[in-house]
C-alpha cells in the first residue's frame, strides 16, 4: 500500500489570518456577553443568528487578513497610513478623510458618475441593507430591547445595554417607526434590487459580462429576506398570522445563508470599502508630489509615488522587469509600451517575411 501523503503545514500567512479571524469571533462574543449584561437581555430565540454572526467574524477576519496580507494591498495600507499620520497634514488629513468618506459611502458619487440607475440601485440597497443591520444585529446580541412597563400597557420602553434611553407611547409616530423600521429597510432593498435586475436586463455590456455566483445570487438572497421580511408584516397585520411558522422559519433560514455567504462572496466588499477609501489620500499626495516622466517619450504619465511602489510589490513577488539598457519597464509610459510592442511585432514580421528567425536579436 502506498502511504498516504501528509498534508503540507499551514503557512505563516494562514496561521496569522486566522487568528485575526478567530480574535475577531472572540471579540464579538465578548461584546455580546459584556452588552447582554451576562446575557440577562439575550434572547434565546435569536441564538441561531447570533451563531451565524460570529462564525461570519471569523470568516470575515480570516479572509480581510489574508486579503490585506498581499503585496499590493499590503503596499497601499502601510502608505496610506504612512501618509494620514505625517506631521503637519493629520488636521488636513483627517478633513480629507471626511469628505472621502462622505463621498464614497455615504452619496455612492463615484457610481453616480457612472451610471445613474445604477447609483439609484445601489443606493437603495446600501441604505436598506445598513438600517436593517443597525437594528437586527444589536437586537440579536441583546444589546437593546424593548419592553412595555409595569405600571402602563400603553407605554412602550427602550433599553441599550440596560440602560432605558426613552419611553414614548404605543399610538406614537415614534412608536409606529420602530415597529416597521425593518419593513422600510425591506421596502429600500426590494426597490434596489428591483432597478438593480431591470438595468442588468437592458445593458447589454452588463449582460455579456455577468455571473450568475456573483451578481445575481446576491441580490437573489436580499430579495429573499427581504419579501419574507415583508410577508411577516402582512401575516400579522392582514392576514390574521397565515403561516407566520412557516414564514419566520424560512425568513430565518435565508438570513442565515446571508450571513454565511457575506465573507465569501461579493458582499466582502462591504469589509473592504472602508479601508479603500485610503487610497484616495494616496492618490492625493502622489498627484502633489514628484511625477514620473516616460523613458522613452519624456513625458510625465503617473506619480512617482506610485511607480516607486509598483517597482517595490513587482520585486517582492519576484516579477524582473529590468530592461537590457539599464532602467525598468515601469519607467516606460503605457502608450510607449504599446509602440514598442507594435514595433517589436513589426520586427518579427519582417523577419519572417526574409526568411530569418522571429525571435533572433540580429532579426
Known sequence: MTPAKRAPPPSREALRAATVGLSASALLILGIYVGSRRFKDFDVALVPYAAATVFAAF?????????????????????????????????????GLARAVYG????????????????????????????????????????????????????????????????????????????NALVVSAVLVLVGIFLSLYRRSRDRGVLAVQEASSDLLPLILLFAISATGVLLTISTHFMNGFNYTFLSQ??????????????FGKFFHIVQRPTQIGVQLYKQEGAAGEQAKCARCGEPFASALQVGDLKRVQAELGIRYGLAGGGHYQDVCPPCRRK????????????????????SKES
Open 340 to 359: 514598442n510592442l507594435a514595433l517589436l511585432q513589426d520586427g518579427m514580421w519582417g523577419a519572417v517575411r526574409r526568411g530569418g528567425d522571429p525571435e
Open 104 to 179: 464614497s459611502l455615504f452619496t455612492q458619487r463615484f457610481i453616480r458618475e457612472r451610471s445613474t440607475l445604477r447609483w439609484l440601485a445601489h443606493f437603495c440597497i446600501m441604505w436598506g441593507c445598513l438600517l436593517a443591520a443597525a437594528v437586527t444585529f444589536p437586537l440579536s446580541f441583546g444589546w437593546i430591547r424593548f419592553e412595555t412597563p409595569r405600571d402602563s400597557q400603553e407605554m412602550y420602553e427602550a433599553f441599550v445595554f440596560g440602560v432605558r434611553v426613552f419611553r414614548c407611547r404605543l399610538d406614537s409616530p415614534l412608536a409606529s417607526l420602530m415597529f
Open 59 to 95: 470568516a470575515l477576519g480570516y479572509r480581510y487578513a489574508i486579503w490585506l496580507g498581499r503585496p499590493p494591498t499590503k503596499r497601499y495600507f502601510q502608505q496610506s497610513l504612512a501618509i494620514f499620520f505625517t506631521r503637519g497634514k493629520i488636521l488636513a488629513n483627517t478633513l
Open 250 to 263: 424560512f425568513h430565518a433560514v435565508t438570513v442565515i445563508l446571508t450571513l454565511l455567504y457575506i465573507p
